[in-house]
């Protein structure tokens, strides 16, 4: 089992002196990966239910600092030199396809190929609002979205012709550096997600799932998986429990038998002081490194 971190990119401690703070001290402390959330723009008013709470209330408010996905791995990047970074979840309708290549590709080059992009599909209604992107389409698109990212990172001239993105007629520099690229998962757990994960994806990135979910879904994903001549074997699973579960031995170990690579977690936001993030990383650390591979 690896263990990533998730990143202050968002709220009290989001600012340059915390992040680099925290990214090399995670690297320091063995961890394998510093994860970034992605909201752009914060509505005042929020219909949209968060699939993630039992109120269904999203829990950052409107004036929230929230960073850039992006720049904060950068940032993250420039102040490492082996940790990997990756997006948990980039949402595939709020960022144009071609200049979110551009960016992870650069990323990429720019930190050797330490890169991980995760994407997901989005909740909030009038986040795509402020945006000018299509809810209802959002799941097409974004497998469709991956796919288009592939080809662009992959191939030399770019003819792309699907049903939302047409590109062609231009090449695409430059390539990342990783040996397959940079590795494209996919977030979430719905019945939607699973199917994009077999159709597209190299790899399943949930959160706010517990092993007992997880090992019901994978049930599920490995019909999907089928259907498209795959194995559970030719993707990479990780898993972000958030609060759905401690991350104590035994559950470690539930999560490893289920073919977990990767475990993520999160620290909190009710710290007073940026050591005190700092040492809840060490204690992470304590609690954590003697089950990593």
């Keep these: 089992m690896k263990f990533g971190l998730r990143l202050p990119g968002a709220g009290p401690y989001a600012g340059p002196e915390a992040i680099v ?3 090399r001290k995670a690297e320091e402390l063995g961890f394998d990966s510093l994860w970034m959330t992605d909201h752009i723009a914060l509505p005042v008013d929020v219909g949209s239910r968060y699939p993630y709470t039992q109120d269904g209330k999203f829990f950052w408010p409107p004036e929230t600092p929230y960073f850039d996905t992006i720049l904060t791995l950068a940032w ?4 490492t030199t082996t940790i990997k970074v990756g997006t948990s979840v980039l949402i595939a309708g709020w960022h144009h396809p071609v200049n979110t290549a551009k960016a992870l590709a650069t990323l990429d080059v720019l930190n050797g190929g330490r890169t991980i992009c995760a994407v997901g ?5 009038e986040q795509f609002e402020i945006l000018g992107s299509p809810f209802e389409t959002r799941g097409s698109r974004t497998t469709e979205y991956l796919k288009l990212l592939r080809h662009l990172w992959t191939e030399d001239l770019i003819d792309f012709q699907g049903e939302h993105f047409q590109f062609s007629g231009f090449k ?3 390539k990342p550096v990783g040996e397959r690229s940079i590795p494209l998962w996919c977030g979430g757990k719905s019945t939607g997600v699973l199917k994009r994960v077999a159709a597209a994806a190299d ?5 706010y799932i517990a092993p007992d979910e997880l090992e019901r879904k994978l049930t599920e994903l490995d019909g999907y998986l089928a ?3 795959r194995e559970r074997s030719d993707i990479t699973l990780s898993a972000r429990p958030v609060s759905q579960a401690t991350l104590d031995k035994d559950t470690v170990d539930h999560y490893a038998g289920l073919g977990v690579e990767l475990l993520i977690a999160d620290t909190s936001f009710k710290h007073d002081t940026l050591q005190s993030v700092l040492d809840e990383v060490e204690q992470l650390a ?4 003697p089950l990593a591979d």
């Design 21 to 23: 703070a925290f990214a």
């Design 76 to 79: 993250a990047s420039a102040a």
């Design 121 to 125: 599909t989005g909740w909030m209604r």
């Design 172 to 174: 695409f520099y430059p």
């Design 203 to 207: 790899g399943w990135h949930p959160l």
């Design 227 to 229: 259907e498209h001549g």
């Design 286 to 289: 304590d609690q954590l490194m």
